[in-house]
C-alpha cells in the first residue's frame, strides 16, 4: 500500500501525488508500487525490497541519489491468540526532496506521525524527521520491554504451584522475544553511531541533540532487554526446578495416602478368604462387620498420625 505524506502548517496530510518534501510510505507494497517509486527517485529496486526482507540486517547505504537507513523495529504477532513480540526491518531513504519509507506491516512507530496533529513533525525537516522516527523506535522497544516484564510477573505467580510445563513455555518464549530485541536493538546503535559520525546527512545543533537522545534511549532498551533476560533465563532454571519439586511433592502424598488406604484392604482382603470361619476373630459376632470396620480405620489412623509426626505428609 502506497501513501502519500505532507505537513501543511503544522498539519499532516494526505496527497495524492507526490511532491516535493513529502513523505512517502510504503506498507507491503506491490511490485508496480516499488518499481514506480524506484524509476521516480532514481532508486536501486534491491534498495526497496531490503525491508521486505525479515532476515535483512541493519545498516546504512550512501548511494549518489540517495541514502538508505535500514534498522529493526520491535513488531507484535499473534499466535494461538497470544502476543509474540519479535522484530522486523524499516527502510528509510532520503531521496531528492523526499522521504521513502518501507515496512512488512503498518507499525506503531510510523502509525502515530500519519495523524492530522502530529506535533513538531515537518516533512520538510528531512534529518528531524527520520530522526523523530527512530526515536519513536527506541520508545517503542522501551514500552514493549515494559510489557514483557509485567508478562513475566504474573507468569511467575502461576508457576508457584504448577506442576506442567505450559508456564516455562511461555516464559521461554518471552526470552526468545528479548534476544531479538537484544540482537535488534545492538544492530541499531552501530547505525545510530554511523548516523552520528556521517556528514552526508546534513544535521543542525538541535538535530544533534535529537541523535544524542536516540541513542541514549536505545542504550537504555540495550540495558533493560539484557537486564530482563538475565532475570527472566535465571527464573526458568529456577522454576524448572521448582515444578519437579512440586511434582515429586504430589508423588510422596500419593505415596503416602497409598499406605495409609492399603492398612484396611490387608485387613478386608483377610478376612474375604475362603477359610473356616471358626478360626476368624469375631466371625461369630453379630457386630463382627462393624467391629472389624473400626479396627481398620483405627489402625489406619493411626498410621497417618505417625507418618504425620515423621513429615511425610
Known amino acids: 500500500m502506497k501513501k502519500i505524506f505532507k505537513t ?3 498539519e499532516m496530510r494526505q496527497i495524492s501525488v507526490p511532491e516535493k518534501d513529502c513523505w512517502i510510505s510504503l506498507v507491503k507494497p506491490t511490485e508496480k508500487e516499488l518499481a514506480e517509486v524506484a524509476e521516480e527517485y532514481c532508486i536501486e529496486p534491491d534498495d526497496l525490497r531490503a525491508a521486505l ?16 537507513i535500514l534498522v529493526d523495529i520491535p513488531a507484535v504477532e499473534k499466535n494461538n491468540g497470544k502476543d509474540i513480540y519479535t522484530t522486523e526491518p524499516l527502510g528509510i531513504i532520503l531521496a531528492k526532496d523526499s522521504i521513502i519509507t518501507v515496512c512488512l506491516e503498518e507499525t ?34 522501551l514500552q514493549y520491554l515494559r510489557v514483557i516484564n509485567k508478562l513475566s510477573d504474573k507468569i511467575e505467580q502461576k508457576l508457584h504451584g504448577s506442576t506442567e510445563n505450559r508456564e516455562l513455555i511461555e516464559l ?16 541499531n546503535e552501530v547505525v545510530l553511531e554511523k548516523l552520528l559520525k556521517s556528514d552526508r546527512i546534513k544535521k543542525y545543533p538541535e538535530d544533534e541533540d535529537l541523535l544524542e537522545d536516540v541513542i541514549v534511549e536505545n542504550r537504555q532498551a540495550i540495558e533493560m532487554a539484557n537486564i530482563y533476560s538475565g532475570i527472566l533465563s535465571g527464573m526458568m532454571d529456577a522454576f524448572a526446578s521448582v515444578i519437579s519439586n512440586n511434582l515429586n511433592i504430589v508423588m510422596k502424598f500419593l505415596a503416602v495416602m497409598t499406605i495409609v488406604l492399603s492398612v484396611p484392604a490387608i485387613i478386608f482382603g483377610a478376612y474375604g478368604m475362603n477359610v473356616n470361619s471358626a478360626g476368624m476373630p469375631f466371625a461369630g ?7 472389624i470396620v473400626l479396627i481398620s480405620l483405627g489402625v489406619s489412623i493411626a498410621v497417618a498420625f505417625y507418618l504425620a509426626k515423621k513429615k511425610m505428609f
Open 8 to 10: 501543511f502548517e503544522a
Open 108 to 141: 506503531p512507530v510510523l502509525y502515530a506521525l500519519k495523524q492530522k496533529h502530529a506535533n513538531e513533525l515537518r516533512t520538510h525537516l528531512r534529518t528531524r524527521f527520520v530522526l523523530q522516527i527512530l526515536y519513536r523506535n527506541a520508545s517503542l522497544y
Open 53 to 68: 526482507d525479515e532476515e535483512e540486517r541493519s545498516r546504512i547505504e550512501l548511494e549518489e541519489n540517495y541514502t538508505l
Open 172 to 187: 521461554l518464549e518471552l526470552e526468545k522475544s528479548l534476544v531479538y530485541f537484544t540482537t535488534s536493538l545492538r544492530s
Open 285 to 291: 459376632s453379630p457386630f463382627g462387620f462393624l467391629i
